[in-house]
């Protein structure tokens, strides 16, 4: 059964940083670009970028560059994304969710991590 | 960037009734539209990719239509367990997701 587990939530200082993980298991780590989504509240989704876990290789929406960083541990099958300069705009739901390659849709996604920014 | 512009916002239907939702793209998207149904504390589900192919597991109750900028997605026999927010998605230049649309059961 493919899963994509991630990390709780959290609660962070304006300023600081944080880092959410996306641990999956179930198919091949490898074979899967994994993706990342921000739901801030009451509002759609925005694909914040991608990795390819094979070879590092990432693509981000314009928005989210300098604001997302996306890394990948291929021997915990873990994904990660960092965010920084975090501001009350960055508190939202974040999803990792998986595709065969960077043209297909997401076809399973992670439950989602609550992040808060707030002193 | 493409832009989708989803529709309705949100809608209210009556069980064993049939709903629908249309995207429309800001430019041809080749039929590269996936449709999903997301429930509060959950990831979305895929329902629909490619326009009108159903994943496995999700019954024939789901449909999709379109082709070019214009794309509808329909639930026919609302069933208690619809009650969700849905999602239209373009995978056809980088991603682009529509505004949604909150489906409520009368």
């Known amino acids: 059964e493919v899963q994509l587990q991630q990390s709780g939530p959290e609660l962070v200082k304006p300023g600081a940083s944080v880092k959410i993980s996306c641990k999956t298991s179930?198919?091949?780590?490898?074979?899967?670009?994994m993706h990342w989504v921000k739901q801030s509240h009451g509002k759609s989704l925005e694909w914040i970028g991608g990795?390819?876990?094979?070879?590092?290789?990432?693509s981000y929406n314009q928005k989210f560059k300098g604001k997302a960083t996306l890394t990948v541990d291929k021997s915990s099958s873990t994904a990660y994304m960092e965010l920084r300069s975090l501001t009350s705009e960055d508190s939202a739901v974040y999803y990792c969710?998986?595709?065969?390659?960077?043209?297909?849709?997401?076809?399973?996604w992670g439950q989602g991590t609550t992040l808060t920014v707030s002193s | 960037d493409i832009q989708m512009t989803q529709s309705p916002s949100s809608l209210s239907a009556s069980l064993g009734g049939k709903v629908t939702i249309t995207c429309k793209a800001s430019?041809?998207?080749?039929?590269?539209i996936a449709w999903y149904q997301h429930k509060p504390g959950k990831g979305p589900r895929l329902l629909i990719h490619?326009?009108?192919t159903l994943q496995p597991g999700i019954p024939s109750r789901f449909s999709g239509s379109g082709s070019g900028r214009d794309y509808s997605f329909s639930i026919s026999n609302l069933e208690p367990e619809d009650i969700a927010t849905y999602y239209c998605?373009?995978?056809?230049?980088?991603?682009?997701f529509g505004g949604g649309t909150k489906l409520e059961i009368k």
């Open positions: 430019q041809d998207i080749n039929k590269y």
């Open positions: 990795i390819n876990p094979n070879n590092g290789g990432t």
């Open positions: 998605l373009q995978y056809d230049n980088l991603y682009t």
């Open positions: 490619f326009t009108s």
């Open positions: 179930g198919y091949t780590f490898t074979e899967y670009t």
């Open positions: 969710a998986r595709s065969y390659g960077y043209d297909e849709d997401f076809d399973y």
